[in-house]
């Protein structure tokens, strides 16, 4: 589907005019992170399948709806929820909600996901602060025609994760006695789960954890002058990567993200924190 810049606008909008709260920061979440919309304080929704063209989400895990509301003290909105190249959508149709995010003129977005350990020091249930991306399995969602009103036709990558305020958000962690890591987020187009030997390839690439999301909704946001930080929460060993790890399960993958709510939530605070004001 190729959108118009007038779709995105009367799509945020709808958004936009679900709340009074202005959203300062926008947040994605990924696969179980879904209870972080109970945080927010004086929250309204709107599911995607109410906002005229959305497309729908078809994961269970995945609500498919915005959120805005108050947390920690800043306008946030979410998206509770992300559409997957998996689901048959093309990379341009997968970012057109964050695209409608970020039209509400945010200061800045974060990027979350559950994610296979590639690198051999991690553990279900670690977090990792994104510090960079391997994109090139997926297509790219600037393919097409390009929205000059957007964004330029070949962005730079360079700095995709803002460093500076990525660098802020890891000291700021450690600080409150969060165990968090910092890597490089590699997107394979899924749904299956890697076989050992993309997994080791993922790893030999520079890939320190793996999923099925998020690279595009950042090259997206950078295409839009958006800042953006990013994190996984590790759920599982990427089977053949390091060790011959049990089958991959999506319920064991939310399992693991529901027991570690309360530090990706934690997280999740010092990453609006840093985003709002900076
Ligand atoms: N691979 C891909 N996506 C994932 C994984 C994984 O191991 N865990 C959670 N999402």
Redesign the pocket.
């Known amino acids: 589907m190729e959108y118009t810049i007038e779709t995105l606008n009367r799509m945020a909008k709808d958004i936009r005019n679900i709340s009074d709260f202005a959203p300062t920061v926008g947040v994605v979440l990924g696969?179980g992170f879904s209870n972080f919309v109970n945080h927010l304080e004086d929250n309204k929704s709107i599911l995607f399948k109410d906002i005229e063209d959305m497309p729908e989400t078809t994961n269970p895990a995945h609500k498919g709806e915005f959120v805005i509301g108050r947390f920690a003290g800043v306008n946030v909105v979410c998206m509770n929820g992300r559409l997957h190249n998996y689901e048959g959508y093309t990379s341009p149709t997968c970012v057109l909600p964050v695209r409608a995010m970020c039209l509400l003129g945010l200061k800045g977005l974060v990027l979350t996901?559950?994610?296979?350990a590639l690198n051999p020091k991690y553990r279900p249930g670690d977090l990792m602060i994104i510090e960079d991306q391997i994109s090139q399995f997926v297509p790219s969602p600037l393919i097409g025609t390009n929205i000059e009103e957007l964004g330029t036709r070949f962005p730079d990558m360079s700095n995709v994760y803002d460093e500076k305020t990525t660098k802020k958000i890891y000291d700021d962690a450690i600080e409150i006695g969060l165990d968090v890591k910092k890597g490089t987020y590699i997107q394979?187009r899924?749904p299956q789960?890697?076989s050992k030997a993309e997994s080791k390839l993922a790893r030999l690439l520079g890939g320190d954890a793996?999923?099925?999301s998020t690279t595009t909704e950042a090259i997206a946001a950078k295409h839009m002058g958006i800042k953006t930080v990013g994190f996984s929460l590790i759920?599982?060993f990427?089977n053949g990567a390091m060790v011959d790890a049990d089958a991959?399960s999506d319920d064991d993958?939310l399992k693991v993200a529901a027991k570690n709510e309360k530090e990706y939530t934690a997280l999740l605070e010092v990453c609006i924190k840093n985003l709002a004001n900076a």
Do not use: L, Q
Not at 113 to 116: K, L, V
């Open positions: 696969t996901n559950a994610a296979g394979f899924g789960y890697e793996v999923g099925m759920t599982n990427a991959i993958v």
